[in-house]
């Protein structure tokens, strides 16, 4: 069985910082490719952050210089840095692990290009 929980969410202020962090069980990372996505009020889901099984990443161009996406395979747990963040960074955001082949069907998280989803965790940023 595949669990993915998500913790480090939170209220910032405007140019502050946060690191989302998200603990997976029942699988491994070299097999698994692994994303963030966020849903804000009256928004889509979207892809945030990704990083493949080899360690490719990809950015959404919003979060592109502000967002780190890494990975640790010890503790099998994937982490989100997020700097300068902006009150349009206010979501839930949502750790995944895929992909699969499957387009998107849905706006709402989750969204079927991932097979797991863990719970989502609030982040909350105040002008």
């Known amino acids: 069985e595949v669990q993915l929980v998500e913790s480090g969410g939170g209220s910032v202020q405007a140019r502050g910082s946060l690191r989302l962090s998200c603990t997976a069980s029942?699988?491994?990372?070299?097999?698994?490719?692994m994303a963030w996505y966020r849903q804000g009020p009256g928004d889509d889901c979207e892809l945030v952050s990704s990083?493949?099984?080899?360690?490719?990443?990809y950015y959404a161009i919003t979060v592109k210089g502000r967002f780190t996406i890494s990975q640790d395979n010890a503790k099998n747990t994937v982490y989100l840095q997020m700097n300068s963040l902006e009150p349009e960074d206010t979501a839930v955001y949502y750790c995944?692990?895929?992909?699969?082949?499957?387009?998107?069907?849905?706006?709402?998280?989750?969204?079927?290009?991932?097979?797991?989803w863990g719970q989502g965790t609030q982040v909350t940023v105040s002008s």
């Open positions: 995944a692990a895929g992909p699969t082949p499957i387009q998107a069907l849905r706006a709402i998280c989750p969204r079927p290009e991932y097979n797991y």
């Open positions: 029942g699988l491994t990372f070299d097999d698994s490719d």
């Open positions: 990083i493949s099984a080899a360690g490719t990443t």
